[in-house]
T-cell receptor, first 113, second 114 residues
Framework: RKEVEQDPGPFNVPEGATVAFNCTYS??????FFWYRQDCRKEPKLLMS???SGNEDGRFTAQLNRASQYISLLIRDSKLSDSATYLC??????????????FGTGTQLKVEL | DTEVTQTPKHLVMGMTNKKSLKCEQH?????MYWYKQKAKKPPELMFV???????INESVPSRFSPECPNSSLLNLHLHALQPEDSALYLC?????????????FGPGTRLTVT
C-alpha cells in the first residue's frame, strides 16, 4: 500500500463548479499535512496546511480526519486558473529519527469554460 | 513569487562531466532540501540539511554530492551521471527541520544527461 494515495484524475469541471479531492495516508504516526498545487513544468507551491479542526482560505477548505487517516480539499466556485495538479503531502516519521515530506501522486484538475 | 532561487534553470551535461546545481533562500530558514522529480511523478526527497548539517540522505547514489556552505546556500554536485538521472531537481527550505513547518520550493533546475 502506498504511503499517500490520491485519485489521479483528471477531474474536468466547468467554471464555477465545486470540486473535492481526497487523500488517504497509511501511517497513523503522520504528523503534519499539507496541500500543494503544481502547474505544468513548475515547482510545487504551498496551497494550505491542514489542521484537525479544518481550515478555510477563501474558496478553499481543507479537512483532516485522523481516525480515518483521510484528508480532503474542497474548491468552491472553481476558476480557470485553478487548473493544476493538487498534491497531498504528509509528514512521516523516519526510521532512525527525523521527519520527511511524502507526496501523493497528485490529482489533476482541469477547469473548463 | 518564490524566495528560493535556483541556478541554472536548465542544464545539459554528458555522463563524464562534473557540474553543480545551486540554491539560495532569503527567508532565514534553517532547513534545506533537495528533491528529484520525474515527469508525471511527485517529488522524491534526496537530502535534508538542518542547521547546515546533513540530517537525511535517502540512499542517494554517490554521484550526487550535497553541500551546505551556510544556512542560506545549498549545492548539489553532480559527477558521472546516467541518462536516467535526467529530471527536474527542486530545492526547498523550511523554518526548521521539524515536521510542522511548511516547505517552500525553488523553481527547479531541469537536468538532461546525454
Amino acid at each position: 500500500r502506498k504511503e499517500v494515495e490520491q485519485d489521479p484524475g483528471p477531474f474536468n469541471v466547468p467554471e464555477g463548479a465545486t470540486v473535492a479531492f481526497n487523500c488517504t495516508y497509511s501511517n497513523s504516526a503522520s504528523q503534519s499535512f499539507f496541500w500543494y498545487r503544481q502547474d505544468c513544468r513548475k515547482e510545487p507551491k504551498l496551497l494550505m496546511s491542514v489542521y484537525s479542526s479544518g481550515n478555510e482560505d477563501g474558496r478553499f477548505t481543507a479537512q483532516l480526519n485522523r481516525a480515518s487517516q483521510y484528508i480532503s480539499l474542497l474548491i468552491r466556485d472553481s476558476k480557470l486558473s485553478d487548473s493544476a495538479t493538487y498534491l497531498c503531502v504528509v509528514t512521516l516519521p523516519k526510521a532512525g529519527g527525523g521527519n520527511k515530506l511524502t507526496f501523493g501522486t497528485g490529482t489533476q484538475l482541469k477547469v473548463e469554460l | 513569487d518564490t524566495e528560493v532561487t535556483q541556478t541554472p534553470k536548465h542544464l545539459v551535461m554528458g555522463m563524464t562531466n562534473k557540474k553543480s546545481l545551486k540554491c539560495e533562500q532569503h527567508m532565514g530558514h534553517r532547513a534545506m532540501y533537495w528533491y528529484k522529480q520525474k515527469a508525471k511523478k511527485p517529488p522524491e526527497l534526496m537530502f535534508v540539511y538542518s542547521y547546515e548539517k546533513l540530517s537525511i540522505n535517502e540512499s542517494v547514489p554517490s554521484r550526487f554530492s550535497p553541500e551546505c556552505p551556510n544556512s542560506s546556500l545549498l549545492n548539489l554536485h553532480l559527477h558521472a551521471l546516467q541518462p536516467e538521472d535526467s529530471a527536474l531537481y527542486l530545492c526547498a527550505s523550511s523554518q526548521s527541520g521539524t515536521a510542522s513547518y511548511e516547505q517552500y520550493f525553488g523553481p527547479g533546475t531541469r537536468l538532461t544527461v546525454t
